[in-house]
């Protein structure tokens, strides 16, 4: 079992920054692909970035790249994402998720992103 708890997020104006933090416990973090995930209301959950279990493969979604970076700390057991300019389409709610396999096994409850314009 992965138990993930999600922090940072809230309401920020267009342009500017915010950090979503997700800390994982129960197996160890270091040897799991991890990603983050997002959902706008009455919109389907998107994938937004993903980082490889060794921290140096990322892939962004086409609409993030250039304005989001994913990181993670492997000894904090802990993911980042970094959010700049951010944009109103931006608003979603926003998921880490733990890949054992070769799908997305454990997620975060969810941290809501609201930007205004």
């Known amino acids: 079992q992965v138990q993930l708890v999600q922090s940072g997020g809230g309401l920020v104006q267009a342009g500017g920054s915010l950090r979503l933090s997700c800390e994982a416990s129960g197996r160890t973090f270091s040897s799991y692909r991890t990603g983050w995930f997002r959902q706008a209301p009455g919109k389907e959950r998107d994938f937004v970035a993903r980082?490889?279990?060794?921290?140096?493969?990322?892939v962004y979604a086409d609409s993030v790249k250039g304005r989001f970076t994913i990181s993670r700390d492997n000894a904090k057991n802990t993911v980042y994402l970094q959010m700049n300019s951010l944009k109103p389409e931006d608003t979603a709610v926003y998921y880490c998720?733990?890949?054992?396999?070769?799908?997305?096994?454990?997620w975060g409850q969810g941290t809501q992103v609201t930007v205004s314009s």
């Open positions: 980082i490889s279990r060794s921290h140096t493969n990322t």
């Open positions: 998720a733990v890949a054992i396999g070769s799908s997305y096994d454990y």
